[in-house]
Nanobody, 124 residues
Framework: VQLQASGGGLVQAGASLRLSCTTS????????MGWFRQPPGKEREFVAV??????????SYADSVKGRFTISRDNAKNTVYLQLNSLEPEDTAVYYC????????????????WGQGTQVTVSS
């Protein structure tokens, strides 16, 4: 599976962005889809996951983004989205999408295929 992430950019605090993750090879329906981020000089961290349709499509979020970010998927378009609202400078990071079949899709090691990342920079 080859994933392409897009939608990042430079915005001011309080702004919104929508990230997209898609593939032109294969289907994402069989996977839980997660978003991670890696701030400058820090380790990659979990942001959100949406489970595969066969598992009910439930969502989970990191506490730091709960209430501000929303993950969704359009199975017909083979695309997963991450809506980022009320952005803060602390949200500055490279954002990655990835696929998982794990029952605990909250960890980097639970994911197999990764996209190339898209940069989100939030200025104060």
């Amino acid at each position: 599976v080859q994933l392409q992430a897009s939608g990042g950019g430079l915005v001011q605090a309080g702004a919104s962005l929508r990230l997209s993750c898609t593939t032109s090879v294969g289907s994402l329906r069989s996977y839980h889809m997660g978003w991670f981020r890696q701030p400058p000089g820090k380790e990659r961290e979990f942001v959100a996951v949406i489970r595969r349709p066969g598992s009910g499509g439930a969502t989970s979020y990191a506490d730091s983004v709960k209430g501000r970010f929303t993950i969704s998927r359009d199975n017909a378009k083979n695309t997963v989205y991450l809506q980022l609202n009320s952005l803060e400078p602390e949200d500055t990071a490279v954002y990655y999408c990835a696929t998982s079949v794990s029952v605990t899709p909250y960890y980097v090691h639970s994911y197999g295929y990764w996209g190339q990342g898209t940069q989100v920079t939030v200025s104060s």
